[in-house]
């Protein structure tokens, strides 16, 4: 079992930055790929980046560029450092990890980014 906290959300002004924390707890962090998702009101949940306990990332088009998802094996806690922020950024963003060997996956209860002047 993994619990995962996200932190770091907030309201920004569009082009600006927020680093959001994902801490985990439970469980071998560095056995598990970790990646963020967000949702918007009225939309599905989508895919934003990944990484891999080798540290393998990949990221939707849409935030290439500006989004750079990283991991501290040794604090338990993955990161999303998103710069030159958008309005359409505007959603909560969910921590998930991902067993590497088993089928084991789990969410946190997300962190609301709002980008509006």
């Known amino acids: 079992q993994v619990q995962l906290v996200e932190s770091g959300g907030g309201l920004v002004q569009p082009g600006g930055s927020l680093n959001l924390s994902c801490a985990a707890s439970?469980?071998?962090?560095?056995?598990?790929?970790m990646a963020w998702y967000r949702q918007a009101p009225g939309n599905q949940r989508e895919f934003v980046a990944r990484i891999s306990i080798r540290g393998t990332t990949n990221y939707a088009d849409s935030v290439k560029g500006r989004f750079t998802i990283s991991r501290d094996d040794a604090k338990n806690t993955a990161y999303l450092q998103m710069n030159s922020l958008k309005p359409e950024d505007t959603a909560v963003y969910y921590c998930?990890?991902?067993?590497?060997?088993?089928?084991?996956?789990?969410w946190g209860r997300g962190t609301q980014v709002t980008v509006s002047s």
């Open positions: 439970g469980s071998r962090f560095d056995f598990y790929t």
């Open positions: 998930n990890a991902a067993h590497s060997w088993t089928s084991d996956s789990y």
